[in-house]
């Protein structure tokens, strides 16, 4: 079952009170992931993959200013460099590959692409990365160095996320996301690409490969895919069926700014969230203080808390029973067996773990131990299912 951001938000304000239900207290500590305009705009600009060793406008860190704050840090710690401590980990090489793409020409858009050093093979289709709500472009941390040995490896920030722009204000969608990601296919890859989505991002991926329209989409790999932008989404369950009143007056006290500042603050202190990490990764050890800031650095940015009252009192969106009949590409789902967010017992898992019976293009593969956030939480056992099913896929 999902529960939303809000929810387990709110559960926080009462955490020190300790008076919740032992059923509310399961569903409220779920993290806050969820894992677009016309598609005619004008020719947006961006930093060609070919100029990946030049200086980066925006780069992946939260702002201009704290990118420069992060490649500071990085020179100086190389300088200081000690016998135990000789290389830069792999978030602060992602971050230093980062550009920037303007879309619509009025949003940038943080991006990552590998470099072609490896020389990935020519019949291999690149890859998009698109991370979950709340996550960015370093959630990808151990599987983006796995990836580029064979692939040309691509990875976004969404609109409200990471380092790319949280405009006020901004009324955020499912169908927003999904057209950032078909403008992005058309004007920086433009090659039919694969796309690997985690949680909200798994969705938003469903959604652009179900546009009739589309021709740069290759296949579909959903990592615990989400059924709505929240759960308002998912109503024949009756335990959000027991909560919705309570979902809609969170809905509307995250309308009031002073409440959803507050809630907003609680949330993203570090303790808060590493306990809502723990609770939906199966292995604890990948749960780190490196994760903690990929999830918190973002959210101290301008525009982050109207990102996340946005979505959470947003409308749903579509739903994946809706998409995908629509879709005959490839689709590889991988889901975590120990997922307390999207449980394969839950509505959405039941769903499509019905699909590989139905629809020969589909194919269901359940991780053993693992959470909400495969990709993070056990990558050796993602590659080892990915790898194979990405070799298997026809010449185009």
Known sequence: ??????????????????????????????????????????????????????????????????????INSTSAATTATTSTETSESEVEKIKK??????????YSINYFVSSDADSPQPNHPPLLLVHGFGASIPHWRRNIKTLAQNYTVYAIDLLGFGASDKPPGFSYTMETWAQLILDFLDEVIQKPTVLIGNSVGSLACLIAASDSSQTLVRGIVLLNCAGGMNNKAIVDDWRIKLLFPLLLLIDFLLKQKAIASAIFERVKQRENLRNILSSVYGNKESVDEELVEIIRGPANDSGALDAFVSIV??????????????????????????????????PVGKYFSSLPSQQENVKLLLLEGVGHCPHDDRPELVHEKLLPWLASLPSS
């Open 1 to 70: 079952m999902e529960v939303t951001s809000a929810v387990h938000s709110v559960a926080f304000l009462h955490q020190q009170s300790q008076t919740r239900s032992s059923h509310l207290k399961r569903l409220n500590t779920r993290p806050f992931f969820v894992s677009t305009g016309p598609r005619n705009a004008p020719l947006p600009h961006y930093h060609h993959p070919n100029h990946l060793n030049k200086t980066n406008i925006g780069g992946c860190g939260h702002s201009s200013n704290s990118t420069s704050v992060i």
């Open 97 to 106: 590959k980062c550009l920037t793409w303007k879309w619509k020409d009025q």
């Open 313 to 346: 009192t947003g409308p749903p969106g579509p739903n994946p029973v809706q998409l995908v009949p629509k879709i005959s590409l490839p689709i590889l789902l991988l889901w975590g067996d120990e997922d307390p967010f999207t449980p394969i017992d839950g």
